[in-house]
Each structure stands twice: as C-alpha cells, then as structure tokens.
C-alpha cells in the first residue's frame, strides 16, 4: 500500500493504543469516534466529525464491540459509497471479534454498496491491552492472498505475529478458537485459585509453581497476577467473553464439531453476566465462581487459618 493514509473507528481500551502506533509509524491517521475524550491524550490521529468523512480513506479500521455496532457505524459510509463509489481496491477492516459467517455477510453487504471497488478483511487481534500498547498483538487475517500483502504494512504497525488465515471469515475463526483456550484457561485458573485459597494455600505460590511446570502459559503469566490479588479492575470486559465462545458455539455446530470445553465456558460466563460483573476484567470470573461456592467453606477454612496462627 504506497498511500500511508487511514481511517479508524472506535477508540477504546484497544482501539485508541491501536490508532495511536499507527501514527507513530508515520501514518496519516483520521478516526471518528462516538466520545469526544478518546482523542484528549491521542497525538497525531485527526479527529473525523462522522464515519461518512472517511469514505476517501484507502483503508478503514473498525475496532467496535461486535459487528451489529460496526454495522450501524458504516451506515452512513455505506450510503454515501450507493451515491459516489470510492476508489477501486478500498479496504475495510474489521479487526473486532465477530462472527465468522457474520463478517462473510457483512462482505456482501459492502461489496454491493461500494459497486465492488470495496473489500472486506476480517483481523481480530489478541494480546490484550498491553499488546494494544505495545504493538505487539497476535493479528489473523481472513482475506485473499493480494489483499493479505497489501495491507501487512499497516498490520505491522500493530503487531508482531501477523498471520493469514484464509479468506473472509477465517480470522473471526482463528480468533474464536484463540478465546475457547484463553476462556477456558482463565476460568481453570480462578477454580484453582479458589479451591486454593479454601484450602488455606497461597494462591500466588501456586501460581509460581504452576509457571515451573506443564501448566505454565501465557494466560498465566499475564491473567495469573490479577486472579491471585483479586484485581478485576478492566484491561477488557468480560462479558466479551460469553459473546466470543457464543461464536464458538456456533461455528462449532456449522462444522459438526463437538466442544464441550467451549459449552461449558458459555456457561459460566453467562453466570458471571447474571451477576452483573460482565464490565470488570475477565480475571472477575474468579468471582463469579466464589459467588457459586459455600460460604461455610470460606468459614471453616479461614478458622483453621486462625487457628494455626
């Protein structure tokens, strides 16, 4: 891509580190986002008056929740391309965790209304926040092969592990199989950490030891803190998570594929949603399994502490 000039939608927890390496990189960035607040602390990105100013832009990123906001986001784009067609080669970018047979259809949807001149390439990313920060996300790419090494420059930007996956649709896959392991694993580690901690052990010494051994991963390293000292304070809600494994969950059942880790991950997400933590950090469902447990466990146990003391 020779024109290093972008658009970006949706400056938050993520979006907003994303936007500003982008720039940093010496890209001419220009996003549009609902808060005004987001571009306060933002250098180098212009700040668009809507989502229609970008429809010039030879690329555009979307970094909202979930595809239903991106599709109410690119509306007005979308009608201002049936008027005047952009440029042929436009790309949008959809690097939010979706469905996969969503963002297919959305494909259509942008391809028609740009009288084919526009592309859409599904790249959710992983790494959290400080892979956001840092530019060093994990990027998977649904897109053709041409489309793939046009915008890896951009990519680049962002991340370090920047991979394609197949066509449109393929990211949202790989990025649903990358939360069916760190939900699940997330969750494996606060039931262990409260049946721990209930059994009068020291949560981050088992941690410490779990890092040594066959159990030691990334989620651990970087989950692992926050469950052991109960800090839900959010990097990223969870209540994303009980969205990612749905699309697991469905994606699962198109290939007749049985995943019963992911049916019951949804589960307790969705538990841990009922319970009105869904905007703390995912590391909260370690809370949310406390609230299903015994109170008279706590009890008995925190005794025994008192005791030995």
Known sequence: MTAK???FVGLGLMGSPMAANV???GWTVTAWNRSEAAFRELDGVR?????AELRDEPVIIFMLPDLPYIEEAAAPLLESWRAQAPAPGTAVVV???????????FGR???DASGGNAVVVDAPVSGGTKGAQDGTLAIMAGATEDDFQRLLPLFETMGITVRRMGPLGSGSLAKACNQLIVGTTTAALAEAAELAERSGMDVAALYEVLAGGLAGSRVLDIVGPRLAAKDYAPTGPAKFMHKDLGFVIQSAAAAGSAVPMAAAGVELYAELTRQGLGDQDLAVVRQAIANLSSPATVTANTKQKENRL
């Open 5 to 7: 000039r972008m658009g």
């Open 23 to 25: 720039a940093k990189a």
């Open 47 to 51: 700040r668009a008056a809507s989502v």
């Open 95 to 105: 690097m939010s965790s979706v469905l996969p047979t969503a963002v297919q259809e």
């Open 109 to 111: 949807t942008v391809h």
